[in-house]
């Protein structure tokens, strides 16, 4: 016999363990169902700052004792051009505002812990997911767990289970509209066990490439150089990723440097994309299964995090008052902001990167640069899209 419950979340990434304890708080009964172990979860590696909003969501759903004490908030952003840094200051000009660096495989933790402490339901290792009538009022998940069939009879499925998983290709192709681009270079990075070559984020426009420096922690730092997407990661050591951070930043950046073995090398493509709606029936999208961003300005966990705020508000609305508005209203409350942090998202990786070889562009981004660190109105556009939109 099929069990039930009113909400089957697909994924058990962070949007997902967010999602299950925010609805755990609302006394609404929901299960997990992930494809990959528990322990291939709780060991990706990921993105490494949070916004504001980010934070104070964690801390309302009871995941941000540990990240209030390891935290790292950062003040300003650094933008390096024309082997030049300056400093865009960040709570000055937002009301207050910072970002945090905390490790998303942290944040996972901290989340898969409050799951477990509340004693919520998560169903790892479930293979061949298929998600049945969601557009009829009784939907249905099946899969294989150790071995035998089971099937989840439900009121709602929660699709957060990333750019590649079965929710959104379940969709039918005429009820969909996507849009993307994919951006002709990639990002090679490294994580390390060294001190950061600066206390807060450096993004280099460089005439060999861009360059980013961020931190994990004061003793974890992650760089990252741009390559050719197609680029063989066996090619390079890690003295040759450290020689080619070197030569993009600024000599009194590169003089600091610290370096170590790399704990964790990769190549990884950049891309934007976004399917709209996110609503369709009885099956609700969010984060990546709707939309990526660049890894430029560190807005994917982030906007995954502001899909959950409201999208468990609208769940909560549909039980609540048997309210059905409330699911299409999450599409469009959601998108409108999906479609801002695109844009901030697109602009900040067009400004930084090099690519096509026109020197009348690498000019208007040089100008375009200058005026964002030069003119208090430029700084107060970077800083309000940085730290994240208002919810």
Not at 9 to 18: D, E, K, N, Q, R
Not at 264 to 293: C, T, W, Y
Not at 310 to 335: E, G, K, M, T, V
């Amino acid at each position: 016999m099929a069990k039930r419950t009113q909400v089957v979340i697909v994924g058990a990434g962070p949007s997902g363990l967010l999602l299950g304890c925010l609805l755990d708080r609302a006394g609404i009964d929901n299960i997990i169902v992930e494809r990959q172990t528990k322990d291939h979860v709780l060991a990706r590696i990921r993105a490494g700052i949070l916004e504001q909003t980010s934070v104070d969501l964690l801390t309302s759903a009871g995941a941000g004792a540990r990240l209030a004490v390891e935290g790292i908030a950062h003040h300003a952003v650094n933008i390096a051009f024309d082997h030049k840094l300056v400093s865009v200051p960040l709570g000055a000009t937002t009301n207050g505002k910072v970002v945090t660096a905390y490790g998303q495989t942290e944040v996972t933790l901290d989340l898969y812990n409050l799951r477990a402490a509340g004693g919520g339901q998560t169903i790892y290792s479930a293979e061949n997911v298929e998600i049945h009538d969601f557009d009829r009022d009784w939907p249905f998940i099946r899969f294989v767990n150790n071995g035998k069939a089971e099937e989840i009879a439900c009121d709602l499925i929660a699709g957060c289970d990333g750019y590649h998983g079965v929710c959104r290709a379940s969709i039918p192709d005429n009820a969909i509209t996507t849009y993307g681009q994919v951006y002709p270079f990639g990002w090679l990075g490294l994580l390390a066990d060294t001190p950061p070559v600066s206390n807060e984020v450096i993004y280099a426009n460089n005439d060999r490439g861009f360059a980013l420096c961020s931190m994990r922690s004061m003793t974890r730092s992650r760089y990252y150089i741009q390559c050719d997407p197609a680029d063989n990661i066996e090619r390079w050591s890690d003295d040759a990723f450290w020689d080619e951070l070197r030569r993009r930043l600024p000599p009194e950046t590169a003089e600091q440097l610290i370096t170590g073995p790399s704990l964790e090398k990769s190549i990884a493509p950049l891309r934007s994309f976004v399917a709209e709606p996110m609503h369709f029936g009885r099956l609700l999208l969010a984060g990546d299964a709707a939309h990526v961003v660049p890894p430029t300005g560190a807005k994917g966990l982030n906007l995954a995090f502001s899909d959950i705020y409201y999208l468990h508000q609208a769940i909560a609305r549909f039980f609540a008052d048997n309210d059905s508005a409330a699911l299409p209203h999450y599409s469009r409350q959601a998108l409108a902001r999906v479609w801002k942090t695109e844009r901030f998202s697109w602009y900040l990786t067009n400004l930084t990167h090099r690519f096509n070889g026109d020197p009348f562009e690498q000019k208007m981004k040089e100008a375009e640069l200058d005026y964002i660190t030069a003119s208090s109105a430029g700084r107060l556009m970077m800083a309000e899209n940085y730290v994240g939109l208002p919810l």
